[in-house]
């Protein structure tokens, strides 16, 4: 299986870039947010090849999972697993969270598949802290 951190860090390099400050905090989530709207914002200029969009998604969605790891998931139990369709994302036991898949539907759909939301819905739902504020 991949190593998610490699593009999860790919993705700290791409916000430094926009000049966003993605260090897997919390509230980082706000800058990751930010930069895939700027992504979902270019696509719609002009549509990204299909290369380029998986790779956009793949690091979108490795930061978000980085991040859910880090903010407590990985003490409950979640690591990056591949599932039976191939897909690969965030499970423990019974439970599987899906921020590649979440990524893609935010940089296509738009501010609808709204990041932070999944964030502290996937928290919540493994039982994690979900307390986030916005830092600006």
């Known amino acids: 299986m991949t190593d998610m951190t490699v593009y999860a860090d790919m993705a700290v390099e ?3 870039v926009f000049g966003f400050q993605l260090d897997y905090s919390r509230e ?5 947010e930010k930069l895939a709207g700027i992504i979902y914002e270019g ?6 090849s ?3 969009l998986n790779m956009s998604m793949a690091m979108i969605g490795a930061y978000l999972g980085e991040m859910l790891l ?3 998931l990985k003490d409950l139990g979640f690591a990056w697993a591949e599932c039976a369709e191939g897909e690969i994302a965030l ?3 019974e439970d599987w969270f899906y921020p590649i898949t979440k990524a893609h539907k935010r940089i296509t759909a738009g501010p609808g598949d709204d990041l932070m939301m999944f964030y502290m819905v996937s928290l919540a739902l493994a039982g ?3 307390v986030l504020q916005d830092p600006s």
């Open 91 to 93: 499970n423990r036991d």
């Open 43 to 48: 696509n719609q200029k002009r549509p990204m």
């Open 50 to 52: 299909e290369e380029t």
């Open 28 to 32: 980082s989530v706000f800058e990751l």
């Open 70 to 72: 880090r903010s407590g």
């Open 14 to 16: 791409l916000g430094e």
């Open 128 to 130: 994690g802290e979900t």
